[in-house]
């Protein structure tokens, strides 16, 4: 199947930094991925849409100036998040589907391990 | 995209099959059924969908029945790395997101 890549995998940052999380199709072009974040013992969290070449689209409750998207290629988009805090320590998922393709099965990142102290 | 409901957790024996079930009575003519499970702290993985029929790849087979309002996941001779949480989704495709709800945690059992 097609494979979705993360980088990095885990990372530790201070409070107040900001952190780049990017998100690879390796096999595929996506003209669309998405974002999650997990909480620890809880499902995954849509956060939002990101789409090649324009604006993302985000979940109600997510703030867009605090997770920024950027989707500059049908193969990599990217999610930071700025001024990290301690509550933005989470489990974060990309994914995407080939674009084209009539099933549209998503496929999934191995996720990014963000720790903020 | 319609809701599914599934119970929390399941456990199976080691070599026997797991079967996991899924409720989605308010599923429309178009929505496809999709499950995916997560192995703790990796990725959700896809395993397998379908939309009428019934489906059978390398990893598992899916029971649909016939009015579309309820599935099955059988995985055939369950193994202790099928350990995970199986999420049963509904959903609309293309380009469509996917919603999880809790899932199923299946403990698989030596």
């Known amino acids: 199947g097609a494979v979705v890549s993360q980088h990095p995998s885990r990372v530790i940052c201070k409070s107040g930094t900001s952190v780049k999380i990017e998100c690879r199709s390796l096999?595929?072009?996506?003209?669309?991925m998405f974002w999650y974040r997990q909480f620890p013992k809880q499902s995954l969290m849509l956060m939002a849409t990101?789409?090649?070449?324009?604006?993302?689209?985000?979940e109600q409750g997510v703030e867009k100036d605090k997770f920024l998207i950027n989707h500059a290629s049908l193969t990599l988009s990217t999610l930071t998040v700025t001024s990290a805090h301690p509550e933005d320590s989470s489990f974060y998922i990309c994914?995407?589907?080939?674009?084209?393709?009539?099933?549209?099965?998503?496929?999934f990142g191995p996720g990014t391990r963000l720790t903020v102290l | 995209d319609a809701k599914t409901t599934q119970p929390p957790s399941m456990d199976c024996a080691e070599g026997r099959a797991a079967n996991l079930p899924c409720n989605h009575s308010t599923i429309s003519g178009n929505e496809y059924v999709y499950w995916y499970r997560q192995i703790h702290s990796q990725g959700p993985q896809y395993i397998i969908h379908?939309?009428?029929n019934n489906e059978t790849n390398e990893m598992a087979s899916l029971i649909i029945t016939e009015d579309r309002k309820s599935s099955t996941l059988i995985l055939p001779h369950a193994t202790l790395r099928d350990t995970a949480v199986y999420y049963c989704?509904?959903?609309?495709?293309?380009?469509?997101?996917?919603?999880f709800g809790i899932g199923t945690k299946l403990q698989v059992i030596p």
């Open positions: 994914s995407a589907s080939p674009s084209g393709v009539g099933s549209d099965t998503q496929y």
């Open positions: 990101s789409n090649e070449g324009s604006k993302a689209t985000y």
């Open positions: 379908g939309l009428k």
């Open positions: 989704i509904v959903r609309v495709p293309p380009g469509q997101k996917v919603t």
């Open positions: 096999d595929f072009q996506a003209t669309t």
